[in-house]
Each structure stands twice: as C-alpha cells, then as structure tokens.
C-alpha cells in the first residue's frame, strides 16, 4: 500500500542531512563557476554587469577578461549520498558586498576558500573571516591555465594556514573535481567538530 505507515517510515529513514556550505574566496577566483559545475539544480545567480560606475571601488585587477560579477549570492545544491544533500551559497567576490557575509554564513557547518595563486593576497580576507569565527574550511587553488603551480605548503606558507586546514587543488568547471573539494570540506569540518566534542586529554 503505497500510503501506509510503513511506506511513510521508509521514506523517512533516508530522509537526508542538509548541510550548508559557503563557496567563497577573492574577487574572480571561480566561486560562481564552482557552484554552476556541481549544482544539481540550476543555480541562482546574481550576476551583474561590471560597470564603469564602479570602477573606482572595483579592484579588477588581475581580472580584466571578467564583465559580470556576483552582487548577492550564487546558490546550489548537490546530493553527495542518498543520506546527505548540501546547500551552496556563493558569496559575492568584492569588498562593497562585505556586509552580506554574516548573513551568508549564518549556520555554515564549513566553507571552501576558492584562491588563485596569481592573487593569492585576495583571499586573505575570507580566511580571516573564517579563522575569526571559527568556521572550518579549506583552501581550493582553482587551477587557472597559465597561473603557476606551487605546492601545497608553499600555498600553506603563503596564506599562514593553521596546519589542520586542508590545502587542495581544483578546476572550478569541471563537476568532479568541485565535487571533492566539497566532499573534503565537509569531512573536515566533521573531523573539527568532533575533536570540539572530544578535547585531547591533557
Ligand atoms: N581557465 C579557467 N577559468 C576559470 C576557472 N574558474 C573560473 N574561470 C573563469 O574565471 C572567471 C571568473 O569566474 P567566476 O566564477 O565568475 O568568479 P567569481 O569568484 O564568482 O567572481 P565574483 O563573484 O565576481 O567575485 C569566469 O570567466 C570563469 O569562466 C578555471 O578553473 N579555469
Ligand atoms: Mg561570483
């Protein structure tokens, strides 16, 4: 019988974990591109016309072939298991839109910190935000043809990464290498938050 009881107790047996991750990082690193690659829905974006107006706040440095830029948020959403479902939130990449982060990051279990290592000083803030609240993530290089290849505790000497956080490589269009910087993520944020729960014996 297809409206049973029992019916109704199987299907919430695999009624999944949601879980809330924030794709974030420096202006242009490739967040909305990470989003739209592993999205199983068609993501929200809101994206606007890089403007002449705002051009004096605008650092585009570094970034010239870009004309749009994410004004709000970018959203999505990927099933990693049958059990297990995350919500995307892009932030947007510029300092004008700081004011939205709190809001953004408000019951993230971690976070992806998208870096390119031709700019890597613009992903310094996102790190500090993350550090200063205590939200776990990891550090993604989106691997930009033509930016140079470092390894990994060169990247990790470079941004002054506490040595738990995770430094992994990644192209943000491809589907499955988005999708392993998100499986990391939320098993380090798991490992974190189960040695909160266990402290060392000391
Ligand atoms: N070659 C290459 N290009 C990429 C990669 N990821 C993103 N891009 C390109 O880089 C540009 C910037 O990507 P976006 O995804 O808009 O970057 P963003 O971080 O969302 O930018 P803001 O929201 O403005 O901060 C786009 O033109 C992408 O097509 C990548 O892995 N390799
Ligand atoms: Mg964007």
């Known amino acids: 019988m297809v409206f049973g009881r029992a019916e109704?107790?199987?299907?919430?047996?695999v009624e999944p974990v949601t879980l809330k991750i924030l794709v974030?990082?420096?202006?242009?690193?490739?967040?909305?591109?990470?989003?739209?690659?592993v999205s199983e829905i068609k993501p929200l974006r809101t994206e606007?016309?890089?403007?002449?107006?705002?051009?004096?706040?605008?650092?585009?440095?570094g970034v010239e072939g870009k004309h749009t830029t994410t004004v709000a948020m970018d959203?999505?959403?990927?099933?990693?298991?049958?059990?297990?479902?995350l919500y995307l939130f892009g932030t947007?990449?510029?300092?004008?839109?700081?004011?939205l982060w709190d809001e953004l990051?408000?019951?993230?279990?971690?976070?992806?910190?998208?870096?390119?290592?031709?700019?890597?000083?613009?992903?310094?803030?996102?790190?500090?935000?993350?550090?200063?609240?205590?939200i776990p993530f990891t550090?993604?290089?989106?691997?930009?043809?033509?930016?140079?290849?470092?390894?990994?505790?060169?990247?990790r000497d470079a941004l002054d990464l506490?040595?738990?956080?995770?430094?992994?490589?990644?192209?943000?269009?491809e589907k499955g290498s988005a999708r392993d910087v998100l499986v990391e993520v939320v098993q380090h944020a798991l490992r974190m938050s189960e040695e909160q729960r266990e402290p060392a014996l000391s």
């Open 139 to 155: 550090v993604a290089v989106n691997c930009f043809e033509g930016a140079e290849r470092y390894p990994a505790e060169t990247v």
């Open 48 to 61: 606007e016309q890089l403007s002449e107006a705002g051009r004096p706040v605008d650092d585009t440095a």
């Open 75 to 85: 959203f999505g959403r990927i099933t990693l298991r049958e059990d297990l479902v």
């Open 92 to 99: 947007p990449g510029q300092d004008r839109f700081w004011f």
């Open 8 to 13: 109704r107790r199987r299907k919430k047996a």
């Open 162 to 173: 506490d040595p738990d956080v995770s430094v992994v490589y990644c192209d943000a269009r």
């Open 105 to 134: 990051s408000t019951g993230a279990l971690g976070a992806v910190v998208l870096a390119d290592t031709r700019r890597l000083e613009d992903s310094f803030a996102a790190i500090d935000y993350f550090e200063r609240r205590g």
């Open 24 to 37: 974030a990082g420096g202006f242009g690193v490739g967040k909305t591109t990470l989003v739209g690659a």
